[in-house]
Structure formats: C-alpha cells, structure tokens
C-alpha cells in the first residue's frame, strides 16, 4: 500500500538517546552501566516509570518509588536525578527528514513523555528550546502518553494516532528507537523503522517512502 504518513519518535529519533545520558550518569557513579534501564525494564508495565509517564504518579512519589525500586535492586537512585538526564541533544539531520516527509505525508508523533516540571533546569543548550518548537511545529498530530494516560507499547497508543490522523495502519511508517515499541506497531500493519542511528534510520526510511533524504 502506498504510504500516507509517517509516525515519529521523538527522544532517541528526533533528539539522541536518554540512555547516553544514563550511562554517563553511571559512570559517573560508580553504578553497572544501564543499570538505570534494568530498573525501568523491571515490572516494565507497572513500575515507578510506566506510572509516571502515564500520569498515575506524581514526580515526588515517583521520586520515591524509583528510589525504593533501584534500591530493591542494590543501587539507590534518586528518581528527580533520573529524570534530570532526559534532555537529550537534537539531531537536525531528522528533524530535515521529518520537514521533507511533511511535504508528501501526514506527520504525527507518538510519545512516552512525562508532565513538565517547572522545578527542573532549563537544557544546557539554550537554543535547544526553541529548535524543539521548531521540530514540534512540523508535526500535524502529537500524542503524549503524559497527556492520554496510556503509553507505548500498549497497541491502543497507536490505534489513537491513526484515528486522529485518519489513516490506516498498514499506510503509516514509525519510527523508534525500542523495539519493544516497534512490535505491536507492526503487528497492526505498520511499516517500522528501529532507529539506530541516523545513516541507517534515513536509508531505511528512504526506501520505505520513496522519498530522498541527506544520508
């Protein structure tokens, strides 16, 4: 079927990985690397990040249940110091793919995110900002786990975007850098692209869309 539109990502697609972040953090505290990712993937649809990012739980009580969770499983992490490592450094060369598939397709994104905290430090760069006004504003559609109470890879997640989008599963590409997010999107028809990298994310994408991008 011919594409009509594409599905994005956005930390670790548009922007680099949290999970680069994480492991400096380790490093830097003498913690096993990804260590931070064995507990978010412990108890994965019920624990303190699945509650947080579909706003069951407050940012202090997730604070204390992430602590109690990595502490459960020998290292005590402060949830608000987790969360402190979530901005990550944009990545123009996607967010010039997602303005070029904007021109022949719709464009959503479908997000795992948390609520703003105004309590949390601006990002380092402070052009940053602005440049994710800028990626956002490409969008025809963004789906926030922290705004709709459910997050990927539960499959209803998907369903809502390609009904607000009004298109089919099995016209849309989506992009993520878990595969753990990719399957149910497959399994209802999609295209999926598991990000890598961006040579690789672009080359794939190129070939799914028909589009030509700067690889």
Known sequence: MAIEATLWDIGGVLTSSPFEAFNRFE????LPTDFIRSVNSTNPRTNAWARFEASHVS????????RAESTA???????????????????PRMIAALARCREHFKVG????NVKPDPSRPAPRDPDR??????AMAHFDLVVESSVEGIRKPDPAIYRLACERLE????RCVFLDDLG????????????????????????????????????
Do not use: Y
């Not at 490093?27 to 003498?30: L, P, T």
């Not at 994104?109 to 795992?112: E, S």
């Open 27 to 30: 490093a830097a505290h003498d």
């Open 59 to 66: 940012a202090d009580e997730f604070d204390a249940l992430f």
């Open 73 to 91: 499983l020998g290292h005590p992490v402060s949830g608000k110091a987790v969360l402190e490592l979530l901005s990550g450094e944009i990545r």
């Open 109 to 112: 994104a479908i997000t795992n």
């Open 129 to 134: 900002a602005s440049v994710m006004e800028v």
């Open 167 to 170: 298109v089919e599963p099995a």
């Open 180 to 215: 753990i997010n990719l399957k149910p999107a497959r399994a209802m028809g999609m295209h999926t692209i598991k990000v890598v990298d961006e040579d690789q994310a672009l080359a794939e994408l190129a070939e799914a869309t028909g589009l030509e991008f700067d690889t």
